[in-house]
């Protein structure tokens, strides 16, 4: 995906077992998408934490999160309910959101990505961030919808 275009038009699984899809956002509010790898796990689980514990500020700024990597939806439920994360996972367990997405592998291709996209309240893609270190997605999401407010 580049700078300006639309989101794409998927329909996921969330944590709650309900289909969810990115076009029930468009022309609501705007959204951050991070991909990561895997629940649980220590880097993930800091990335997830990090949105949690700001998440009032991204609601502040009309702003929705959404995580996704390719465990089941009975797997985000899990992480959602063990570390109170208030936001919506989605479960992409064929890779097609990460296709869609242009996510690519990291670690010659023995990890799923972490990427960060972050979305106007239109769809069109503002900005997307790659990197491994989970430290710096949710700091560079914010500054982001805090720089296109309108």
């Given at each position: 995906?580049?700078?300006?275009?639309?989101?794409?038009?998927?329909?996921?699984?969330d944590?709650?077992?309900?289909?969810?899809?990115?076009?029930s956002?468009?022309?609501?509010?705007?959204?951050?998408?991070y991909?990561?790898?895997?629940?649980?796990?220590?880097?993930?689980?800091?990335?997830?934490?990090?949105?949690?514990?700001r998440?009032?500020?991204?609601?502040?700024?009309g702003?929705e999160?959404?995580?996704?990597s390719?465990?089941?939806?009975?797997?985000?439920?899990k992480?959602?309910?063990r570390?109170?994360?208030?936001?919506?996972?989605?479960?992409?367990?064929?890779?097609?959101?990460r296709?869609a997405?242009?996510?690519?592998?990291?670690?010659?291709?023995?990890?799923?990505?972490?990427?960060?996209?972050?979305?106007?309240?239109?769809?069109?893609?503002?900005?997307?961030?790659?990197?491994?270190?989970?430290?710096?997605?949710?700091?560079?999401?914010?500054?982001i919808l805090?720089?296109?407010?309108?």
């Amino acid at each position: 995906m580049k700078r300006g275009e639309k989101v794409p038009d998927l329909r996921l699984m969330d944590q709650d077992g309900e289909n969810f899809d990115f076009k029930s956002l468009v022309g609501e509010k705007s959204f951050v998408v991070y991909f990561y790898p895997k629940d649980f796990t220590p880097g993930c689980t800091k990335e997830a934490c990090s949105f949690r514990d700001r998440y009032e500020d991204f609601k502040d700024l009309g702003a929705e999160v959404i995580g996704i990597s390719g465990d089941s939806f009975r797997s985000h439920a899990k992480f959602a309910k063990r570390y109170d994360l208030p936001y919506i996972f989605l479960s992409d367990p064929d890779k097609k959101a990460r296709e869609a997405f242009g996510v690519k592998p990291n670690l010659l291709g023995l990890l799923p990505g972490r990427e960060t996209f972050v979305f106007d309240k239109n769809g069109k893609l503002l900005h997307r961030f790659n990197n491994m270190n989970a430290n710096k997605h949710m700091p560079e999401a914010l500054k982001i919808l805090k720089k296109n407010q309108n």
